[in-house]
């Protein structure tokens, strides 16, 4: 299935490669560089490039791009997830997935692709497997590796290989059981400036740390589980279950991972947290515009909007921007125009504007159009989309776990927009 494996750092080189069945040639990446070139942003780059004898399929994560070369036709969302499941492991492995932190462990790395993938064809990916197969690095283990000449390499097939539940290990034994689940939730939409909603989706997970005792059978149940739509789960749950009742019923691995993503793409579920009335105005022959902008929570059930950061592309005949914050900071960078105001968090008591002048070249022509803002923000102890969950039960164990359910909203792609939608329908491009 997959032939070969290229990481590419920001700068366009190739950094580290792997094949497996033959060796392709570096010269089948030109056809990405090409791609690259013609993409306005980094992450616009066609996950799928169809080349005369291969195909190109990659993910960006972390500043790195990571391409995948197949020589004849697979489900693409099949090698894009396996590639996810490649950044994950190797985030869990060492804290972070950089260009530095590959380097510096650049054998583990090898390793962990030659067992993740056995010709071609995935494997192991799961963590509990992988770190019993490969231990993770240490500094006291690379020191006696490079001493003795030896790999972290178990000697002894993992016992989860050989069970019904190969993501769980055997003999697992904690001092505190604890079940901790994270909701975190994602907001992409594009307002317009009457304030009417373009468009608006979630992207939702729900993210485990699990640390049981033996072989513990939770399920997990919703209040309002309809909410759920395009539901991607984690391989230990039950799908049947959830098909019959709309509960998560599943033997969980041990320590962290992603029981299930989700989406909701219904417009009227979707709330928007925040709004916005900006007036930015460029005058004809005028070597002054206006810039007014002010921000404010919007339907977040009392909590606090936090983390909350304001960026605007302006047109570039802006010399540079004089404007007063009532709260936090802003830059303006003078080569790439981009402005960035630094809010932080919003008072309801006292919302938070900025306001001022902006000057322009001598004889430049108004901007065809106003730029659009862009926000991000945190609210935490919140789904946006309205998931809560009901209750968690164990069963198979005796003992008591400690439970606990958290939730977050974030901002995605969130842009206000400046122009008034009228239309009972509008249609985005992308």
């Known amino acids: 299935m997959i032939h ?16 497996w069945k033959s060796v392709v040639s570096r010269s089948v990446c030109d056809y990405f560089f090409e791609a690259q070139e013609r993409a306005t942003e ?27 070369v197949i020589q004849s036709e697979v489900p693409p969302l099949f090698v894009i997830e ?20 590959i380097k510096d462990n650049v054998v583990v790395v090898y390793e962990l692709l030659e067992e993740m993938l056995d010709n071609g064809f995935p494997l192991a990916t799961e963590s509990n497997i992988l770190k019993e197969l490969i231990k993770p690095p240490t500094i006291l283990r690379t020191m006696v590796n490079t001493i003795t000449g030896s790999t972290n390499v178990g000697e002894q097939l993992p016992t ?42 979630i992207q939702g997970v729900i993210d485990a740390c ?23 789960f984690h391989p230990c749950v039950r799908f049947k279950r959830w098909e019959a009742e709309r509960i998560l019923s599943f033997i969980p691995p041990d320590g962290n991972f992603r029981l299930l993503s989700y989406h909701v793409s219904s417009q ?34 009392g909590k606090a909007v936090e983390s909350v950061l304001v960026s605007s592309q302006l047109p570039r005949g802006v010399l540079n921007a004089n404007l007063n914050p009532s709260q936090g900071t802003y830059t303006f960078d003078p080569v790439t125009k981009l402005l960035t105001w630094d809010v932080g968090k919003i008072n309801p008591q006292k919302l938070p504007s900025l306001k001022g002048t902006m000057s322009l070249q001598a004889g430049a022509s108004k901007p065809d ?30 003992y008591k776990p400690f439970k606990g359910i958290k939730y977050m909203t974030k901002a995605g792609k969130f842009q206000f927009d400046d122009i008034v939608c009228n239309t009972g329908v509008s249609m985005l491009m992308y």
């Open 4 to 19: 070969s494996l290229f990481l590419i750092n920001a700068s366009g080189d190739i950094f580290l490669e792997k094949h």
């Open 42 to 68: 980094p992450e616009n780059v066609p996950p799928v490039i169809p080349t005369p004898h291969h195909y190109l399929i990659s993910v960006l994560r972390h500043h790195i791009y990571f391409v995948a």
């Open 82 to 101: 396996f590639l996810h499941r490649v950044v994950d492991t190797f985030q869990d492995y060492f804290g972070v997935c950089t260009e530095a932190a």
């Open 160 to 201: 989860g290989q050989l069970s019904v539940v190969p993501w769980r290990r055997t003999g697992v034994k904690y001092t505190n059981n604890e079940a901790y689940f994270d909701v975190v939730e994602e907001i992409d939409a594009i307002i317009d400036k009457s304030g009417s909603t373009i468009t608006a989706e």
């Open 210 to 232: 699990v640390k049981l005792t033996g072989m513990p059978d939770l399920t997990l149940s919703f209040m309002n589980p309809r909410l759920l739509d395009d539901v991607s």
């Open 268 to 301: 009227n579920l979707v709330a928007i947290p925040v709004y916005v009335k900006h007036n930015i105005t460029f005058r004809e022959g005028s070597s002054q515009g206006r810039f007014d902008l002010t921000l404010g929570p919007k339907q977040t059930m």
């Open 369 to 398: 159009e106003n730029p659009t803002i862009n926000i991000q923000f945190k609210i935490q102890q919140m789904a946006i989309s309205g998931l809560k969950v009901n209750r968690l039960d164990m069963y198979g164990e005796k």
